[in-house]
């Protein structure tokens, strides 16, 4: 624990990295905070304390050190000599989940990006790039045996390797792009679905939807992007997007690898965001969620914010909860993704916030032409109509960039 923390977060923090453990199919035996005033640049913890370690290690109480920040490579080096069995980092226990969780081939590129990205710099002497790569767990592989020559050709393979993986991952992100224009095309505003690792994402798109996403109490379930249609209240569709969870202190080899992934975000209409109100971290959690949202660019772009799992809090405990994160997110509303609790509320303010950019209509519409009626109730939106000679006149409103399909129909142009 270093200066600038506290011991709660500490201690919260130390609780999530070992759901990120267990989550990861490792044991945890113990876990153990030390208090100093600035790391060891060679060991990353004193040397009472690698001393402790090693005595309990003698003992066979543990075989695997995970370190809750992030180790440089000669302080992982380090502790393995000293300690003579692995040790991991929290980036690399994240990058051990993504990889056991990645489905698609898209998610598999990304994730094997990230590793060899985070390996590179650790190539030295105690991995086989075999080990890493082709084996299912990360970390330490093979010892020793390695000379400088052998892991300059690892060094060389792994380069070349990174490049063509970068290659395939652009066009990853270029069909990803199309299938956006497409999705354009179909003229329906998007909205993506962020927040926390664990915070109901995948279930509120199933149950808004219909979807069949894999929802799961484990971290990191979703890596891979899933886009349905939602049918708001007034008929209206939008496009709404579940994708990857973030994780405070969320490694930026993942976050620069998942950069196609993550388009889906900076590249939506609103941001539909989701927190777990039942947890003890919610405020903290939330936090996070605004440091990543900024980081690509998407924090300023229209904002739902859901306060999910209510189901799980009493009445005062809700109270309390919603009134603390009501000051930070003044117009959020309280759901249950897995009871629908909060939803004409939740979809009200989604149609509110996906309106953008529009332009209001009145349009005078010959009868047998209902379909044009039908059009702009899926696209936008009709406020009123009225029968009259000729047809039915109705006012509406809509995307600007959609406004031109009704050119023709528009008996007042430009209202607002
Ligand atoms: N009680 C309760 N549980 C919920 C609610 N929403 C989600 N859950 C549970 O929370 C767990 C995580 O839900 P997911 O939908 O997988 O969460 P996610 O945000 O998609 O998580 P990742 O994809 O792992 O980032 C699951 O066990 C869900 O059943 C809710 O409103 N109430
Ligand atoms: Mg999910």
Redesign the pocket.
């Known amino acids: 624990m270093l200066p600038g923390t506290t011991p709660e977060l500490v201690r919260e923090q130390m609780a999530e990295l070992a759901d990120l453990t267990r989550t990861a199919g490792a044991e945890v035996v113990g876990s153990d905070i030390q208090r100093r005033s600035g790391v060891d640049p060679a060991h990353f913890i004193g040397m009472g304390k690698l001393n402790e370690l090693r005595e309990l290690k003698l003992e066979g109480a543990f075989d695997l050190v995970i370190c809750n920040d992030d180790l440089s490579p000669r302080q992982q080096r380090n502790l393995e000599l000293e300690l003579k069995i692995r040790v991991l980092d929290r980036t690399e226990v994240i990058l051990e989940i993504f990889a056991q969780h990645a489905r698609t081939h898209e998610g598999r590129l990304q994730v094997e990006a990230a590793r060899l990205h985070h390996l590179l710099p650790r190539l030295i002497g105690a991995y086989a790039y075999d080990r890493q790569v082709g084996g299912r767990r990360g970390g330490v592989g093979a010892r020793g045996g390695f000379g400088e020559q052998q892991i300059e050709v690892e060094r060389r393979r792994i380069r070349k390797r990174m490049r063509d993986l970068e290659r395939e991952i652009e066009q990853v992100r270029s069909q990803r792009h199309q299938q956006r224009t497409g999705r354009r095309r179909a003229e329906l505003e998007t909205a993506a679905i962020v ?1 926390y ?7 509120l798109l199933n149950t808004l939807t219909g979807a069949r996403v894999h ?8 890596l891979d992007p899933t886009t349905r249609r939602v049918d708001l209240p007034t008929g209206r569709g939008l496009l709404l997007t ?1 994708t ?2 973030f994780i405070q202190k969320l490694p930026t080899d993942l976050v620069a690898a998942f950069r196609a992934t993550l388009e889906e975000v900076t590249e939506a209409d609103v941001i539909l965001q ?1 927190l777990d109100l039942s947890s003890p971290a919610a405020a903290e959690q939330a936090e996070t969620v605004e440091k990543v949202l900024a980081d690509l660019g998407a924090a300023d772009k229209p904002r739902v914010v859901a306060l ?2 209510v ?2 809090l009493g009445p005062a405990a809700r109270r309390r909860a919603v009134a603390a994160l009501s000051a930070r997110y003044p117009g959020a509303v309280a759901i ?3 009871n629908k609790g909060g939803f004409a509320d939740l979809l009200e303010a989604v149609d509110q916030a996906s309106r953008g950019d529009v332009v209001n209509l009145e349009i005078l519409v010959p009868y047998g032409r209902e379909g044009v009626l039908a059009e702009l109730r899926r696209i936008g939106g009709v406020e009123k109509t009225e029968y009259v000679e000729g047809g039915t006149r109705a006012w509406g409103w809509v995307a600007r960039h959609a406004a031109r399909r009704f050119e023709s129909y528009r008996t007042i142009t430009e209202r607002a």
Do not use: C
């Not at 690792?197 to 279930?203: E, L, P, V």
């Open positions: 927040g690792t664990n915070a109901g994402k995948s279930t929802a799961e109490q484990r971290l990191f379930a979703t579940d990857v969870g989701v999910n799992k189901d799980l249950s993704a897995t």
